[in-house]
């Protein structure tokens, strides 16, 4: 079982940068690979970014692509979405997720953690 915690959410203005972070309890947190999702108001939750488990491979949403980057620290048990550039529309609650496979769609993470506000404002 992986338990996900996330921090780092807040308010900034546009051309901003935060960066997230989401600390995982649990001794087999290298195994999973972590995905960061948003939810804004009104509408569904979507894809951010990915990470294998090595950290070797990673996928982006075409939206956050070149603005966002996403790590992690196997030792730390921690993944990080570093954003940069920010704009309103990435306003949302910032969700992480733990699945064994690399994978994009959220029906197939098992684990997720509370979200984390962002607000950009203009």
């Known amino acids: 079982q992986v338990q996900l915690v996330e921090s780092g959410g807040g308010l900034v203005q546009a051309g901003g940068s935060l960066r997230l972070s989401c600390a995982a309890s649990g001794r087999t947190f290298s195994s999973y690979a972590m995905g960061w999702f948003r939810q804004a108001p009104g509408k569904e939750r979507e894809f951010v970014a990915a990470?294998?488990?090595?950290?070797?491979?990673?996928k982006y949403a075409d939206s956050v692509k070149g603005r966002f980057a996403i790590s992690r620290d196997n030792a730390k048990k921690t993944v990080y979405l570093q954003m940069d550039s920010l704009k309103p529309e990435d306003t949302a609650v910032y969700y992480c997720?733990?699945?064994?496979?690399?994978?994009?769609?959220?029906?197939?993470?098992?684990?997720w953690g509370q979200g984390t506000q962002v607000i950009v404002s203009s």
């Open positions: 997720a733990a699945h064994l496979d690399f994978v994009t769609l959220q029906y197939e993470y098992d684990y």
């Open positions: 990470i294998s488990f090595s950290g070797g491979n990673t």
